[in-house]
T-cell receptor
Framework: AQSVTQPDIHITVSEGASLELRCNYS??????LFWYVQSPGQGLQLLLK??????LVQGIKGFEAEFKRSQSSFNLRKPSVHWSDAAEYFC???????????FGSGTRLQVQP | DTEVTQTPKHLVMGMTNKKSLKCEQH?????MYWYKQKAKKPPELMFV???????INESVPSRFSPECPNSSLLNLHLHALQPEDSALYLC?????????FGQGTRLTVV
């Protein structure tokens, strides 16, 4: 079945530490890939996107993601986390057959001082 | 202007009420979406409009009725809702690439 999976429900990191959030997809062809961030009770903000080309994608707020076709993954990274990064992070896909976002289950990031 | 504006921000309604949620964008996007998000869950697609025509209805109950009066506006008409319909309702729009989201309407059905 086609799906997008975020294996980690909740991650806690210390401020200043590095971060990696995992995302795997299961589709016949490579979908368009996105990472969104959501603060409590708010809408979603796009961090970055991958359509094709360079597999390392830079986004806003110091985030980057790497597309690995062999692993069907699109993991989000940040070298040094700030307290303001605490939020819910969603990986999402769009396929050519369905022009709407399908979201993973999300990863809640907690940042310790 | 990369903003999607949703009104109202909060809405409390009784099960016999009729209310509407509104969404507006001025980015020239021709696709607009309604998503429903329950607490601690990802957004779930409800409806997609493409060029002002309904293109996807994810088997949403008829007590939710979408409307796209023009390319900039998207409404969601609500009637005879149930308490389990309480959620954050998100509107989004997109051109050929990414989707932009509004801040949502927090709906409580009492």
């Amino acid at each position: 079945a086609q799906s997008v999976t975020q294996p980690d429900i909740h991650i806690t990191v210390s401020e200043g530490a590095s971060l990696e959030l995992r995302c795997n997809y299961s589709y016949g062809a490579t979908p368009y890939l996105f990472w969104y961030v959501q603060s409590p009770g708010q809408g979603l903000q796009l961090l970055l996107k991958y359509f094709s080309g360079d597999t390392l994608v830079q986004g806003i707020k110091g985030f980057e993601a790497e597309f690995k076709r062999s692993q069907s993954s699109f993991n989000l990274r940040k070298p040094s986390v700030h307290w303001s990064d605490a939020a819910e992070y969603f990986c999402a896909v769009v396929t050519t057959g369905r022009r709407a976002l399908t979201f993973g289950s999300g990863t809640r990031l907690q940042v310790q001082p | 202007d990369t903003e999607v504006t949703q009104t109202p921000k909060h809405l409390v309604m009784g099960m016999t009420n009729k209310k509407s949620l509104k969404c507006e964008q001025h980015m020239g996007h021709r696709a607009m979406y309604w998503y429903k998000q329950k607490a601690k869950k990802p957004p779930e697609l409800m409806f997609v409009y493409s060029y002002e025509k309904l293109s996807i209805n994810e088997s949403v109950p008829s007590r939710f009725s979408p409307e796209c009066p023009n390319s900039s506006l998207l409404n969601l008409h609500l009637h005879a809702l149930q308490p389990e319909d309480s959620a954050l309702y998100l509107c989004a729009s997109s051109g050929n690439t990414e989707a932009f989201f509004g801040q949502g309407t927090r709906l409580t059905v009492v």
